[in-house]
């Protein structure tokens, strides 16, 4: 069986948004023994990776791990909440936005969409004047991973506060990598994923739920089984998941949490910021056009326009198959318009560096004159500063 194609996929130099690089103490974790997850064992496995994410989420409130991916968080969080017919206000600011919006109707939600043009944050006077007493729920992005901007949740949660409705928070890409303070910022739904600043393979998502939550989850009436937030709570006061976990995931999220810890949550946010400064300076020093704007610019990923008459999805092809470079698309509107640049996990300023000097030479390679030098300097210096 031909092999090679897997081996240049393994080797190449991963910038995208997800599934993040994956440190080598994580991938070994998942080799351990398989363990009965109705044991003692695992009970204090699942005790300890969930005080852990505890702080990670800033909540005195259990996460509960589900063995789904980031939409499948999304979709506990809407029907664990929510009965059909609710009316909620769906914060749309890019393809993720959209995605939580569809869920929501998907299910017989009624949802007034709030568009935000794609590279733009959300304005939180703008949600004010579309609250009308008759929502339930504001569903919003922390990071908006198709344009690389993050919304002022801190503000719109404030708001439900005020108004009433409860605020859900698809935090899958941005937990960790972009401030998210649970509790203080009093978020009644969050929902992150393991494959994104994590630093763990896809298949786990985690859910926080708050008080308010929880009460509007007795009368919610939208169809769930496998998604029941009750049925794991319920379980994990046992040490125990309602149905089978992904064992070796949650493996690899014990050490995961202890690479996070070790670095601490306030130094892995600096990296990031420090990160998507790199990216930034990086980037406009070759003359590429970026989407967001910096003050709303994302710690988790760049989208950057290439040049003019160069297609996007070309020069990804070209930095795949001769450098080894993996680079993510446009989605939505920008398909094709655009690349993104993921620099989020465990992601340090040497592969910064490395992926700007690939990109400028595929920039060379398709008649384009860059100063690579110029550009790296310019990336250096912004992640010293």
């Known amino acids: 069986m031909d092999r090679s194609w897997l081996s240049a996929a393994e080797e190449a130099l991963l910038l995208v948004p997800g599934p993040t690089p994956v440190p080598g103490r994580v991938l070994r974790a998942q080799a351990r023994a398989m363990m009965n997850h109705r044991a003692p064992a695992f009970r204090k496995l699942l005790r300890a990776v969930t005080d852990g994410l505890q702080w990670c ?72 004047e579309r ?41 899958i890409s941005g937990l960790m990598a972009t401030p998210l303070e649970v509790d203080a910022w009093g978020v009644d739904v969050a929902v992150a994923g393991s494959q994104k600043a994590f630093m763990i393979p896809p298949g786990l998502c985690f859910v926080t739920m708050s008080d308010r939550a929880w009460q509007a989850q007795r009368t919610a009436t939208m169809p769930r089984f496998y998604f029941d937030l009750a049925a794991a709570a319920k379980t994990l006061a046992k040490g125990e998941n309602p149905w089978t976990p992904a064992v070796s995931l949650v493996y690899a999220l014990f050490d995961a949490l202890e ?3 070790d670095e601490g949550p306030a130094a892995m ?10 990216v930034r300076a990086g980037l406009r020093s070759l003359g ?13 990923v760049t989208a950057v326009f290439p040049p003019d008459g160069l297609p996007a999805d070309e020069l990804r092809k070209h930095l795949r198959e001769r450098y080894r470079c993996e680079l993510a698309g ?23 560096l490395q992926g700007v000097a690939l990109l400028a030479q595929a920039l060379a390679d ?7 030098a110029a550009a790296l300097q310019a990336a250096r210096e912004a992640m010293s500063g």
């Open 269 to 278: 946010l600096a990296r990031h910021a420090r990160l998507r400064d790199g």
């Open 366 to 372: 398709h008649g384009r004159p860059v100063d690579a």
């Open 131 to 171: 609250l009308d007493g008759s929502q339930q729920a504001v569903l919003c992005t922390l990071n908006e991973t198709s344009t690389g901007v993050v919304n002022p949740v801190q503000q719109i949660a404030a708001l439900c506060r005020e108004r009433g409705p409860l605020c859900l928070v698809d935090a």
């Open 57 to 128: 989420f800033g909540t005195a409130s259990d996460p509960l791990i589900l063995t789904a991916s980031g939409t499948g968080g999304l979709e506990a969080a809407l029907v664990n909440t929510l009965s059909p017919g609710d009316r909620v206000l769906a914060v749309i600011s890019g393809a993720f936005g959209q995605r939580f919006a569809d869920i929501a109707a998907a299910y017989g939600a009624v949802v007034d969409r709030l568009e935000v043009p794609w590279g733009q944050a959300a304005d939180v006077a703008a949600v004010a």
């Open 288 to 300: 590429l056009r970026l989407l967001a704007a910096d003050d709303v610019a994302s710690p988790a």
């Open 330 to 352: 446009g989605q939505g509107p920008l398909k094709g318009a655009l690349m993104r640049v993921g620099h989020l996990g465990y992601v340090q300023e040497p592969a910064i």
């Open 259 to 261: 690479v996070i810890e």
